[in-house]
């Protein structure tokens, strides 16, 4: 029979939780909540990640159990709970915490995870790293209360893009389903999720996307962004995220591309497509990487000219 | 004990089935469900609706079983199933094809039902007719299948706003994890209900977009739009809607009002709100109604006259 982890962790009493830098819901969501776990199992544990917690994320329960890395740390962990992290460099810093025969564990949804853990759950069937840690901590009989509840249930939204990535299965819902009965304020999670632009950034959001080039028959949309443009929002707002949120409603579109100036000569770019159109193929003809449906590269090039040698090579495909 | 829906309909043979004018998901999705149910047990039935079934509704499965009311239909139903309307004016003039002693058989989740069938299974709690009638044809021993199990979930997903509004409870997504299993294509069913900017009318929406006014210290969003300006957009486009959606995102609003010219003496205005703010009662003052986050007025005023008029009011409370 296969050890549970109740079994790992029973004899352990120094902990270490951690997840991947700049943390999104599901990682810190996971993380605080197998923290607040093993503190109610009666272990010492702390939980620390080489980023501060983002301040869009603050408002989840029991944030400030969650410290940053200084390198200053005095703690020599037994086990080391890594959450939400293909594979053990995403943990940064954080890695230089993890003493020699330390035990790992090791609990991820991703696809390519390279099972790096003593002790590994991963289920890249799963929507995300919070809708496992349900189960595993149902197996290791968690006593689950509203805190767990509210942050698996914030992993399990954000990973599925509120219920509408195809990674929601019918175990997703009976989770959630599950979660709900220790009374989540539905709309007020919702809305902190994702209503995220700043009033004071909406008129600048605006007058950007009016900016946008639609071409190739109503396929393509792509959006130049210089550093002066992307300078004038304010540090909590993520904009090339809101761009692509707001596209996301616009039928027809296959492939979005933002190009954002980094340099004089060098520019970032990003994209997201639909309809089978594989930007990981795209961006790593310049070097860069991702998923099929969202990718991103570098080019040593100022932004008309990486804009324009980009564009070359969308078109061909589309 | 209660009588169940199949004691009902048992040794019926005729069946109407209707919803409300301008269907949306769930009243589409409920009927057209109710309407598989009888067929499946060799009923004669038939599904009639005042208006006909919205462009883009066109993609729920079996949707050609939905008629536009005639006026020259011959059929004497003994059965009539309402579905998602408060009250039996809701369904327009298919009423003139109920007849005298028809069971009129009303499945609904409106607060504010009035009981108006022979047999009423309405629940306020539930987050959608879809979600109710999941239970009821349980209960009666349908056979599920994929259609069936398509209509219901979009029903849901959308009176839910993609599961964030309060009325989405554990019993919603236990229905949801339930008809999932019928292995539906979740992001592509998504995409069709939420991708609903026609590209070519992206451009319109962005410079619409740009006009709105913020005032009260960013509580308050303001768009005027006149009829030269709502006429530039496709007709399958329901604009109102997305500026809604939009606004969603932006933190801190509190009351957004779209003011839309009906005529040089007409005005239609439409308010959102959040945070508690009371829209019905806004719209009472006007002769108007509807929920406290969701309301409705038309002024005999030209658009800038009815703006200012309902803006003072507004001022008051903000």
């Given at each position: 029979m296969k050890k549970s982890l109740l079994d790992v962790i029973r004899r352990k009493k120094r902990f270490l939780v951690t997840m991947h830098a700049h943390p999104d819901p599901d990682a810190m969501g996971s993380a605080l909540a197998m923290t607040l776990f093993l503190k109610s199992i009666g272990k010492d544990v702390r939980l620390i990640n080489e980023d501060a917690c983002p301040r869009w994320l603050a408002f989840m329960p029991r944030v400030k159990l969650c410290q940053k890395y200084t390198g200053r740390e005095r703690f020599a962990p037994e086990v080391v709970v890594v959450l939400d992290c293909g594979d053990l460099e995403r943990i940064g810093k954080v890695r230089s915490l993890v003493p020699e025969g330390a035990l790992v564990i090791n609990i991820d949804h991703h696809i390519t995870n390279t099972h790096f853990g003593d002790w590994n759950d991963v289920r890249?069937?799963?929507?995300?790293t919070a809708e496992i840690l349900y189960q595993v901590l149902k197996n290791a009989e968690c006593r689950f209360d509203r805190d767990i509840a509210t942050l698996l249930y914030l992993g399990i939204l954000t990973d599925t893009g509120s219920f509408g990535f195809?990674?929601?299965?019918p175990h997703t819902h009976e989770v959630i389903a599950e979660l709900l009965r220790f009374g989540l304020p539905v709309s007020r999670l919702y809305q902190k999720v994702y209503e995220t632009i700043p009033v004071g950034d909406l008129r600048g959001f605006l007058s950007l996307m009016n900016r946008l080039e639609i071409s190739c028959g109503g396929r393509l949309a792509v959006l130049s962004m210089t550093r002066r443009e992307a300078d004038v929002f304010s540090r909590d707002f993520d904009v090339k995220d809101k761009v692509f949120q707001m596209l996301r409603s616009v039928k027809g579109l296959q492939v979005i591309m933002i190009a954002a100036e980094v340099g004089p000569r060098r520019t970032r770019i990003n994209f997201r497509s639909r309809d089978g159109f594989d930007v990981a193929r795209l961006a790593a003809r310049f070097g860069g990487g991702g998923h099929k449906k969202a990718s991103g590269c570098f080019l040593d090039k100022g932004l008309k000219q990486a804009r324009e040698a980009v564009l070359s090579e969308i078109r061909k495909g589309l």
């Open positions: 890249a069937r799963y929507s995300s195809d990674c929601t299965g």
